[in-house]
């Protein structure tokens, strides 16, 4: 069995302003970099053989600042944001009924479907290369869902639906197992 505990990256000065980044690379804002350090912190007492962040700067810029003095971070473009296409970097209203866009892109963009593909093939890559092992990820919101999906039996509707961005009920890490 592997072990996956997910964290997603300090909040952006896009999500201050209620801007959907998608495949922009996002700067951390002040907040996001308190986030990103005191994350490392939270979580101090836990042992990961590898840490996997998106290669997006939001997320790298968030392993690093997180755990880069304990580990080395493995940036990998399949653990990417869904690409919003024409809605990168606009206003998030489109968030409201993402299940629009569970198999239909958006414009110029991808499903989740899309990141549904992106996560297995990692998740397969993790279940070859790190049997046994606990691994974080630093990522962002489809990838999470994704994982949801893949992992623990929801449908993309039930992912959305209880995604804990709606609540506001944030913590220092999301568990998976394969």
């Not at 069995?1 to 909040?11: A, E, L, N, R, S």
């Not at 350090?37 to 998106?54: I, M, N, Q």
């Not at 809605?87 to 009924?97: A, G, H, V, Y």
């Not at 290369?129 to 039930?158: C, F, M, R």
Request: proline residues 3%; hydrophobic residues 35%; contains cysteine.
């Amino acid at each position: 069995m592997t072990k996956i505990t997910y964290f997603v990256h300090g909040t952006t000065t896009d999500n201050e302003q209620g801007i959907a980044t998608g495949w922009a690379g996002g700067e951390l804002s002040e907040l996001g970099i308190k986030q990103a350090k005191e994350l490392g912190d939270l979580v101090a007492d836990r042992k990961f053989d590898a840490v996997f962040c998106s290669d997006l700067k939001r997320a790298v810029d968030s392993a690093q600042l997180g755990f880069a003095d304990k580990y080395e971070i493995m940036p990998d473009a399949r653990l990417r944001e869904c690409d919003y296409g024409d809605f990168n970097q606009k206003p998030e209203e489109f968030k409201s009924d993402m299940t629009k866009f569970i198999d239909k892109p958006f414009p110029n963009g991808e499903s989740c479907r899309d990141v549904e593909k992106r996560l297995t093939d990692f998740v397969d890559f993790l279940k070859e290369n790190y049997s046994g092992k606990h691994v974080a990820i630093v990522a962002h919101q489809a990838p999470q869902l994704a994982l949801d999906v893949l992992l623990k039996g929801k449908t993309w509707e039930q992912a959305i639906e209880e995604d804990w961005r709606g609540t506001k009920s944030w913590q220092p890490g999301w568990e998976y197992e394969l």
